[in-house]
C-alpha cells in the first residue's frame, strides 16, 4: 500500500477500506507515514467527509494504537459518560455517587482542566487529601467495593490520536465530524466502557456553536459507539450560560454536595437526573429511562447518594467531613470581590466562555499545561438568565488568593446582559438514541 493512492481516494470521495485505515493509522503511529502525508489526508477528510463505516474503522485503528483497560474484574455494566466540556459542568462530581448508588459500576478516569473549561480531577483535589493516583488493582477493588472511583488518566491510551489531534490543531482539521468523533470514541473505548453516554454541549461556551452542529456530532459518535458493541446515547445540552451557579475547583465541590443534599441549582440538578437516568438505564437498572430517574430522584433525596459521596472521598484519601464542614474544609480565598448590577431589569445573557476566562485569570484553571491551580478561585454567579435584579444588587462573588482588580469586576459585569426581557434558555435541547 502507499499513502499517496490513500490520499488521493479520499481526495476523489472514495471510500477507504478497514484495512487501508488500518495500515494508514499503524503506519502513523510507528512514524513510517509521515506528518505531511497525514496533514493532506486529514484535509481531505475535513473536505470529504467520512462513511459510516469509516468513521467506525477509524475509531477502532485509533483504539488499537496503543493500551487497551480492561476492566473485566469489575462486576456489572460499566457506563461512562463523556462531556465534550463547558463552563462550570459540575456534572461529573455529582453524577459518579449519584449512578454508583443505585448500583451501578462508575469506574471514571478523569483528566485534568485546560484554557476555559475545568476538569474533574482538579475539582476533586480541592478536597484535602484526595487523591487520584490509583494502581489498576486498587482502582478495580474500590470500584467493586463503594461502586465508584476516579482515576487519572495513566498509561499509553490511544497514541494515534494524540498525534493526529496536535496535527489538526496545526492544519485547521480540528473542526471535522468524523475526526471530532472518532477522537473522543476511541479514548472512551480505549478506557474499558462497556456503555457510554454523551453530554454534547452548544452554545457560546461549548466546542459546538449551533445546535445543528452539536446534534450532527452526536449522532455521528452514537453511530460508532453501537456499531461497534458499544451501547451509545447522547443529550445535547445547553452552554450557553454556566451549568449552576459555581466555576472553580473548591466552588464546585460545595456545588456537587449542596446538589447530592438535593439543595442544588436546578440546571445542574435536571442535568445529572437526565444524563444520569441514561447511564442507570443503560447499566441495567430499570425498564425505562422513567424508572430510572425515578431511582435516581430518591436517592437524591434520602441520602444514599451523599452517603456514596462521602465513602468515595474517604476512601481516596480525602476528607469526608467535607460533606458536613464544607466551608471549613475547602480552601479559601484571600481575596473576595463583589460584582453588582449597574441597572435593573432581567437578565438576558451570560457568555460563557468570556466567564469561563474570568475564572481561569482568577486562579481557577491553567493558562498553559505546567500553569498551577488556585484550589479556592473562581466565580460564583448570583443570577441566572431570566432572574431579575435591582441596580447594586450582587450579579456574582469573585474569590482568588490573587488581587483581584477593576478590569476583572468590568469584564463580569459586561458578561452578563441586563434587559427589559429575556427569552428562556432551553437546557436540554435533544436526546440522542440510536437509530435501528
Ligand atoms: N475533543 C477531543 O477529544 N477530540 C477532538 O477532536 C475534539 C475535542
Ligand atoms: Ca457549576
Redesign the pocket.
Known amino acids: 500500500m502507499r499513502m499517496i493512492d490513500l490520499i488521493e481516494k479520499k481526495q476523489h470521495n472514495k471510500e477507504l477500506t478497514k484495512q487501508e485505515i488500518d495500515w494508514m493509522i499503524k503506519g502513523y503511529t510507528e512514524e513510517s507515514i509521515p506528518e505531511y502525508q497525514m496533514s493532506a489526508m486529514a484535509m481531505a477528510i475535513y473536505f470529504n467527509g467520512m462513511t459510516k463505516d469509516e468513521r467506525s474503522n477509524l475509531t477502532m485503528a485509533i483504539v488499537a494504537s496503543g493500551e487497551q483497560i480492561d476492566l473485566s474484574e469489575i462486576a456489572g455494566v460499566k457506563v461512562d459518560k463523556h462531556s ?2 463547558g463552563v462550570g459542568d459540575t456534572t461529573t462530581l455529582v453524577l459518579a455517587p449519584l449512578v454508583a448508588s443505585v448500583g451501578v459500576p462508575v469506574a471514571k478516569m478523569s483528566g485534568r482542566g485546560l484554557g476555559h473549561t475545568g476538569g474533574t480531577i482538579d475539582k476533586l483535589e480541592a478536597i484535602p487529601g484526595f487523591h487520584v493516583e490509583l494502581s489498576k488493582e486498587e482502582f478495580i477493588k474500590l470500584v467493586n467495593k463503594n461502586k465508584v472511583a476516579v482515576v487519572g488518566q495513566s498509561g499509553n491510551l490511544t497514541p494515534a ?1 494524540k498525534k493526529l ?1 496536535a496535527l ?1 490543531d496545526v492544519t485547521s482539521t ?1 473542526e ?1 465530524i468524523p ?6 470514541m476511541s ?1 472512551k473505548i480505549a478506557s474499558g466502557a462497556d456503555a457510554i453516554v454523551l453530554d454534547v454541549k452548544t452554545g457560546a461556551g461549548a ?1 459546538m456553536k449551533s445546535v445543528e452542529q452539536a446534534k450532527e456530532l452526536a449522532e455521528a459518535m452514537v453511530e460508532i459507539g453501537n456499531s461497534v458493541g458499544r451501547q451509545t446515547m447522547a443529550v445535547i445540552s445547553d452552554m450557553s450560560q454556566p451549568l449552576g451557579n459555581a466555576i472553580g475547583n473548591g466552588l464546585e465541590v460545595k456545588e456537587a454536595i449542596e446538589t447530592l443534599k438535593g439543595n442544588g441549582p436546578e440546571d445542574l440538578t435536571e442535568l445529572c437526573l437526565v444524563l444520569g437516568s441514561q447511564m442507570a438505564y443503560l447499566g441495567g437498572v430499570g425498564n425505562s429511562l422513567e424508572e430510572a430517574r425515578a431511582k435516581l430522584e430518591e436517592n437524591l433525596h434520602n441520602g444514599k447518594a451523599l452517603e456514596i459521596f462521602k465513602l468515595f472521598v474517604q476512601s481516596q484519601g480525602g476528607d469526608s467531613t467535607v460533606v458536613e464542614n464544607t466551608d471549613e474544609v475547602l480552601p479559601k480565598a484571600t481575596n473576595k470581590v463583589e460584582v453588582q448590577a449597574e441597572k435593573s431589569g432581567v437578565i438576558s445573557t451570560i457568555v460563557a466562555d468570556q466567564i469561563g476566562l474570568t475564572a481561569m485569570k482568577l486562579g481557577a484553571g491553567r493558562e498553559t499545561k505546567d500553569s498551577r491551580i488556585d484550589l479556592a478561585a473562581g466565580v460564583y454567579l448570583h443570577k441566572k438568565v431570566g432572574d431579575s435584579v435591582t441596580a447594586g444588587e450582587s450579579l456574582a462573588t469573585l474569590y482568588s488568593n490573587k488581587q483581584i482588580d477593576d478590569t476583572v469586576k468590568e469584564t463580569i459585569q459586561a458578561n452578563m446582559h441586563i434587559a427589559d426581557k429575556a427569552e428562556p434558555l432551553k437546557l436540554i435541547h435533544e436526546i440522542i438514541q440510536r437509530k435501528n
Do not use: E, M
Open positions: 465534550t466540556g490520536d489531534y489538526r480540528v471535522s475526526l471530532i468523533a472518532s477522537s473522543i479514548k466546542f
